[in-house]
């Protein structure tokens, strides 16, 4: 049975896989951590077949990095369709937001999916504006949920020997108040959320303030699935 393996040994991508205890740190929504990392996923065409890799912030952020990459490949041919999905510790700062739009605006036949753990200074109007901007433009963002961790897990870490199913789970609360924090800067309302590190460790705390214009706007679902909100609420 599969599951009693770890990734199949003929597998291509195995030397390009990252060890479990690097994809747990790095994905972890519920700590902080300093370092960025980018899972991606690459389709070109109706090819069935995915090129999948990781990368680092160098000198540059990670997602520039990929960009002046993935542009001066030899088999990027700009006029055949290329799916991209991206899996990020990090949501894109307003700078790298900009250069994926200017990428992506010189490329009009990549699709760009973007899946985020946590959210980059997310209470920085500029950060904030580059999100939404990206969303206007076509870009899909979405905060990483189990199906995503599940993904990533099988099919870009070294998981050890019988753990194919052993992906991370994480508390939907923090993932849910993220969701919500990202509906607001899509949406163009102001932050909700309040994120601070405990002292001498690296845990987040999570805190909700909402204001009027957040219980107008948002869809009582979105609310909810934080279970930070009782009722009775009036809605609207
Ligand atoms: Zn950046």
Redesign the pocket.
């Known amino acids: 049975m599969a599951s009693d393996r770890g990734p199949p040994a003929g597998d291509p991508t195995l030397r390009r896989r990252i060890e479990p205890w690097e994809f747990e740190f790095s994905f972890d929504p519920r700590k902080f951590c300093k370092e ?1 990392c980018l899972l991606y996923e690459i389709q070109w065409g109706n090819s069935r077949d995915v090129w999948r890799h990781s990368g680092k912030n160098t000198t540059k ?4 990095n990929f960009i002046e990459k993935i542009a001066s490949e030899r088999y990027f041919c700009p006029s055949i369709s290329c799916s991209i999905f991206w899996y990020l510790s990090w949501s ?6 900009k ?1 994926i739009r200017e990428f992506l605006n010189q490329h009009p036949n990549v699709t760009l999916v973007i899946y985020v753990a946590r959210l ?1 200074q997310h209470m920085d109007p500029q950060n904030r504006q580059g999100l939404k901007d990206l969303f206007h433009s076509g870009v899909t963002i979405q905060v990483m949920r189990a199906p995503e961790y599940d993904h990533c897990w099988r099919n870009f870490v070294n998981y050890p020997c019988g753990k194919e199913a052993h992906w991370p789970r994480y508390p939907p609360l923090c993932i849910n108040l993220y969701a919500l924090e990202l509906y607001c800067i899509i949406s163009g309302l102001p932050p909700c959320l309040q994120i601070s590190r405990r002292y001498q460790n690296q845990l987040i705390e999570f805190r909700l303030i909402l204001q009027n214009c957040h219980y107008q706007m948002i869809p009582p679902y979105i609310l909810l699935a934080t279970g930070m909100i009782q009722l009775p609420v009036t809605w609207r």
């Open positions: 960025a952020h990670v997602e520039r894109p700062c307003w700078e790298c937001s250069a980059y």
